[in-house]
């Protein structure tokens, strides 16, 4: 007897993998690691401590709409290493990316409100953030595929308005310390202005 359900040879792999490249507009959730240390800046309990000594954000990016809305992607950000800088490096400039991405900001801007707009009270501001994540593939600890976020996709991006939406949405103010200026339109070929994110309103 040979059937669909008999014969599993011809059945699809379940990776279940969103594919490299994938461009998705996600939401970060930090899951708390109740690890502090107030001269790095790390409060709340939101950073974790590992075995090896490492430092991270523990985050769950969950997809917020299109094909793969609803799903979830788990990294690490990384805030220290005891093997030397290049993970909280790699941490920091994701971070950065993630700010630009969500406060509408060009990664080549560095008017006072652009450098107001990249940084944060607290961690606590990063958790609820929303952005546009590129979507990346890489391997657990058992060496088995799964989907990363290495990269936040910036206003620069051709396909960055599109995918945030921001047809109906109004421009990123910076926090209420910076007066907020209305910047000159300089090139009439720009893409749209990018727009307050739901978490910010």
């Known amino acids: 007897m040979s059937g669909l359900w008999n014969d599993f040879n011809d059945a699809q792999?379940?990776?279940?993998?969103?594919?490299?490249?994938?461009?998705?507009?996600?939401?970060l959730t930090i899951r708390p690691g109740g690890f502090d240390d107030p001269s790095q800046g790390w409060t709340g309990g939101y950073a974790t401590r590992g075995s090896t000594g490492a430092v991270y954000l523990n985050g769950e990016f969950?997809?917020?709409?299109?094909?793969?809305?609803?799903?979830?992607i788990f990294t690490l950000i990384g805030l220290y290493s005891p093997k030397g800088p290049d993970w909280a490096n790699m941490g920091r400039s994701l971070v950065r990316g993630?700010?630009?991405s969500a406060r509408g900001i060009s990664d080549k801007d560095q008017s006072p409100q652009a450098q107001a707009a990249r940084r944060i009270g607290g961690?606590?501001?990063?958790?609820?953030?929303?952005?546009?994540?590129?979507?990346?593939?890489?391997?657990?600890?058992?060496?088995?595929?799964?989907?990363?976020?290495?990269?936040?996709?910036?206003?620069?991006?051709r396909d960055y308005a599109q995918v945030m939406?921001?047809?109906?949405?109004?421009?990123?103010?910076p926090p209420a310390q910076t007066a907020p200026q209305q910047a000159p339109v300089q090139?009439?070929?720009?893409?749209?202005?990018?727009?307050r994110p739901a978490w910010a309103q």
């Open 13 to 27: 792999s379940n990776t279940n993998l969103i594919p490299k490249g994938t461009l998705a507009k996600v939401r």
């Open 62 to 72: 969950t997809v917020t709409e299109g094909q793969y809305a609803r799903r979830k």
């Open 98 to 100: 993630m700010l630009n």
């Open 123 to 157: 961690f606590a501001d990063l958790d609820g953030i929303e952005f546009i994540a590129r979507i990346d593939v890489g391997s657990d600890a058992m060496g088995e595929e799964k989907n990363e976020i290495r990269a936040a996709v910036t206003p620069d991006h």
């Open 165 to 173: 939406g921001l047809a109906a949405q109004h421009g990123y103010q």
């Open 187 to 195: 090139q009439p070929a720009a893409a749209p202005v990018p727009g």
